[in-house]
């Protein structure tokens, strides 16, 4: 289901909370375009009264802090650089504020109900205390050893963590591994030696990498780095490993790794991580129960296609033998063409049918789960595409990386409707 998302915003000590009612996909979108942006799109929105805790994605805007915090449930990317890129990308469009994540929505709750303090090291006041940073990792890594033979470094689509042991002699050991589990957190059941047991790999490329620890033996360090739940990890393992210097990478983990544990790698450029996030900023349209059911009608609809024109060519067969043996190929071609036009007609017409009633079906389901208002812009930003481009193009350039131009040769082809 598609979640609603909550944007707060607080002037002078008092809290303004506005709901998007399927905000939470995407939600980034609403934040790489500035403050000015942001708030012509909320003008046309009824504030509401009550912190809507089954939202799945938001932000608090403190403007007597200069600070905005906000989370997603679902990451719009899922590769930790390009998640930093995303984080450059608001920052350079909200300056003069500092940019937090939280670690959920109950962070975001509590500060739209207080303030964001304006602390370094981007530390919030309001922490939700009762939230357990591992709570969704897997608890021991003898539940990720069966997988760990089954990794594919090259695979596109490969997702795992890396591990890199120094050991005393300065020998270098690599791992790959599901995730960095509780129990290697916590320093259970010497996790070191229990990572050493498991099969070699050379160094992972940077794509595939979802989150990574580096153990210094001989310096007594651990460096993480990885997707945006890492920093709940490593103040998780700074408790946990007394005696160690835990550190998190915020920015370039993967070049930091690879230089310490030797080999270069194969770092992503600026823009390969950009290329599944373009596409999503640059989208305009609502993502609500409507879009989904139609995307699924196209899919469903290419399906049948399919799959009548291969019945079609398995009834035409036996036509098609009876010519080639008899040699009668005026009666097989004139059977095969009616056939053929028999199917088209008949697909056609119920194809017709089925789109009036699917497209009745889409209405319906828009109109009852309250939708938003169709004149009202799913999204901030210019609605007009060339605009939005031109736009993102000097958000882009501000923050010195690459121009979408660069970017659209690996834009991610999940996202066809993102720049429709």
Aim: charged share 25%.
């Amino acid at each position: 289901m598609i979640q609603a998302a909550l944007i707060a915003l607080i002037r002078d000590g008092e809290t303004t909370m506005f709901i998007d009612p399927y905000g939470a996909a995407c939600f980034a979108r609403q934040l790489v375009w500035g403050q000015d942006a942001l708030h012509q799109w909320l003008a046309g929105r009824e504030p509401v009264n009550e912190f809507d805790t089954d939202c799945e994605a938001g932000a608090v805007i403190d403007y007597d802090a200069q600070a905005l915090l906000w989370y997603s449930e679902n990451d719009e990317v899922d590769q930790p650089r390009s998640q930093q890129l995303l984080d450059t990308l608001i920052a350079e469009a909200w300056p003069g504020f500092e940019i937090l994540y939280a670690d959920s929505m109950c962070d975001l709750q509590i500060a739209a109900g207080d303030s964001i303090s304006h602390a370094s090291a981007q530390r919030l006041r309001v922490v939700d205390a009762n939230v357990d940073p591992l709570e969704f990792r897997s608890e021991t890594l003898d539940e990720e050893t069966p997988h760990c033979e089954e990794f594919d470094p090259d695979g596109e689509d490969e997702f795992f963590a890396w591990v890199t042991i120094v050991d005393d002699d300065q020998t270098v050991q690599h791992r790959l591994i599901g995730e960095i589990t509780s129990d290697v957190v916590r320093n259970e059941d010497d996790p070191l030696a229990r990572l050493k047991s498991l099969p070699a790999y050379d160094v992972p490329a940077e794509r595939n990498v979802s989150e990574a620890v580096l153990f210094d033996v001989p310096a007594r360090r651990i460096d993480l780095w990885g997707r945006r739940e890492i920093r709940s990890v490593a103040g998780e393992m700074a408790h946990c490993w007394t005696d160690w210097d835990v550190q998190c990478i915020e920015a370039d983990g993967y070049q930091h790794q690879c230089r310490i544990s030797g080999p270069a790698g194969t770092p992503m450029t600026a823009a390969q991580a950009l290329g599944p996030l373009v596409p999503i900023l640059l989208m305009t349209r609502h993502i609500d129960p409507a879009m989904m059911l139609g995307e699924l009608g196209k899919s469903f609809k290419g399906l049948m296609a399919k799959l009548v024109g291969l019945l079609t060519v398995l009834v035409c067969l036996p036509f098609v033998l009876f010519a080639l043996i008899t040699g009668n190929w005026k009666t097989g071609g004139i059977t095969i063409g009616v056939i053929v036009a028999l199917v088209v007609i008949g697909f056609k017409l119920i194809e017709a049918k089925w789109r009036r009633g699917f497209a009745a079906t889409i209405r319906e389901v828009g109109s009852d789960l309250g939708g938003p208002d169709a004149d009202q812009p799913s999204t901030a930003g210019p609605q007009d595409p060339r605009q939005r481009r031109e736009q993102l193009d000097q958000l882009l350039a501000r923050a010195g990386l690459p121009s979408i131009a660069e970017i659209e040769p690996h834009f991610d082809s999940d996202f066809p409707a993102a720049i429709s």
